[in-house]
């Protein structure tokens, strides 16, 4: 399971995680930007095959689920592919 399946299994959903997100956005002045569920599919079914969310939910992610996904466990891009999610990309590639 990767950070962001774990993210929506907490808050019980990507609809609920969306709406958290919008939430934890108007709350903290971030503006009146609406996270749909739509939006938590495409991050979790990026085209890289690595579930990606943009770097301007990280943090909402991170104080939703109360630390047990942190911005840094989100931000592959940064601090580089976690070992478990290469070794899933690597079994989809050898079934395939």
């Known amino acids: ?3 962001l399946e774990k993210a929506i299994k907490i808050v019980n ?3 609920s995680l969306a709406r958290r997100i919008s939430d934890w956005l108007k ?6 930007k609406i996270i749909k569920q739509q939006n938590v599919w495409k ?6 095959g690595i579930p990606t969310v943009p770097p ?15 911005c840094k466990c989100l931000s592959h891009d940064i601090y580089g ?13 050898e079934t395939t």
């Open 81 to 93: 592919v976690p070992e478990l999610v290469k070794h899933e990309l690597n079994n989809v590639k």
């Open 43 to 48: 991050w979790l079914n990026h085209p890289s």
């Open 27 to 32: 709350r903290n002045g971030r503006g009146n």
């Open 13 to 15: 959903g990507q609809s």
């Open 56 to 70: 301007e939910y990280r943090l909402a992610i991170e104080e939703i689920t109360k630390k047990q996904v942190t």
């Open 1 to 3: 399971m990767n950070s």
